[in-house]
């Protein structure tokens, strides 16, 4: 089973509250939710952690 991520839990609170963003705890950096990024309605490219998109604008990824 593979190991939840640090940040999991922050994402799914700040999703079930519907923010846009939150705080990663382990680098202070603000990251977009799945949430916006369904509002922004196609992968921008950047290789978002909470892409739902399967990253398929990301350059080097399988088609």
């Not at 939840?4 to 799914?12: G, W």
């Not at 079930?16 to 509002?39: K, N």
């Amino acid at each position: 089973m593979a190991e939840t991520p640090p940040y999991h839990d922050v994402h799914e609170a700040a999703c079930a509250r519907g923010e846009l963003s939150y705080i990663d705890p382990a680098t202070g950096y603000t990251v977009f939710t799945r949430i916006a990024h369904e509002q922004r309605g196609t992968c921008c490219g950047s290789a978002c952690r909470h892409c739902p998109f399967d990253h398929v604008n990301v350059k080097g990824q399988p088609s």
